[in-house]
Antibody, heavy 113, light 107 residues
């Protein structure tokens, strides 16, 4: 069974940094592209970032480009999202996603002073 | 980036009703479209991929159609567990953008 478990969320001040992790199990992690999707409170889904299976290519939404960095450690079956220069509008639940069919439970990031 | 426009943004319906949600892409995405269902406090659940392929375990009352720029999600006979918010997502090119969502409410 595919399991994706996000961690690392919390309260951070504007301008601060945070690193999210997603621990994957139940599938061959190194064979799949992985994604981050976020959802602000009461709002719709927003695509954030993707990384291909070997980490060789990455993609970002314009709203996070230059501030967020996606990476992965295939030896640890773990996906990361390094977030810096955080803004209030980055407040959201962040989901780790495999393909389209498997989503984690999400981790809440709150950016506030 | 490809823009995805969903309509309506909300719909009120009764159990047993047929419900149709549309999604329009700002450029052709062939059949690279997915539909999700999301209930409050839960992660989205994949219903349909490749525009019309039902994900394993999803009831057959859900169906998808379309190609190019215009797509439709149909629930043939609405059940109590179907009241939720539905999203489309284009999977043609990065960033894989979502539609704004359609909330299906009880009439």
């Amino acid at each position: 069974e595919v399991q994706l478990v996000e961690s690392g969320g919390g309260l951070v001040q504007p301008g601060g940094s945070l690193r999210l992790s997603c621990s994957a199990s139940g599938f061959t992690f190194s064979s799949y592209a992985m994604h981050w999707v976020r959802q602000a409170p009461g709002k719709g889904l927003e695509y954030v970032s993707a990384i291909i299976s070997n980490g060789g290519s990455t993609y970002y939404a314009d709203s996070v480009k230059g501030r967020f960095t996606i990476s992965r450690d295939n030896s640890k079956n773990t996906l990361y999202l390094q977030m810096s220069s955080l803004r209030a509008e980055d407040t959201a639940i962040y989901y780790c996603v495999k393909e389209s069919e498997s989503w984690g439970q999400g981790t809440l990031v709150t950016v506030s002073s | 980036d490809i823009q995805m426009t969903q309509s309506p943004s909300s719909v009120s319906a009764s159990v047993g009703d047929r419900v149709t949600i549309t999604c329009r892409a700002s450029q052709s995405i062939s059949s690279w479209l997915a539909w999700y269902q999301q209930k409050p406090g839960k992660a989205p659940k994949l219903l349909i991929y490749a525009a019309s392929t039902l994900q394993s375990g999803v009831p057959s009352r859900f169906s998808g159609s379309g190609s190019g720029t215009d797509f439709t999600l149909t629930i043939s006979s609405l059940q109590p567990e179907d009241f939720a918010t539905y999203y489309c997502q284009q999977t043609n090119s990065f960033p894989l953008t979502f539609g704004g969502g359609t909330k299906v409410e009880i009439k």
